[in-house]
């Protein structure tokens, strides 16, 4: 039991539930939001000010522009 437990805590690092999103972008807090879905659909509608890497494409290659340092995310110019 405790492999599943740590298996979800550490999932939870990186991962957010709608409710806990929707608080995140009120509050205005530091948050990029990614939409892993095909850009067709993310064109059509998406969050304000999230961005497009379809999951088939997503790569260290395609997210190099994103910088993570300790729950800090920036776009780098």
Do not use: G
């Amino acid at each position: 039991m405790s492999d599943q437990i740590s298996h979800y805590e550490n999932k939870l690092k990186y991962e957010i539930d709608a409710w806990d999103l929707f608080t995140a972008l009120e509050k205005d807090e530091n948050i990029i939001v990614i939409d892993a879905r095909y850009e067709e659909t993310y064109e059509r509608e998406h969050i304000p000010s999230a961005i497009n890497i379809p999951h088939r494409t997503m790569s260290e290659k395609t997210t190099a522009h994103l910088i993570w340092r300790d729950w800090d995310f920036r776009l780098r110019n």
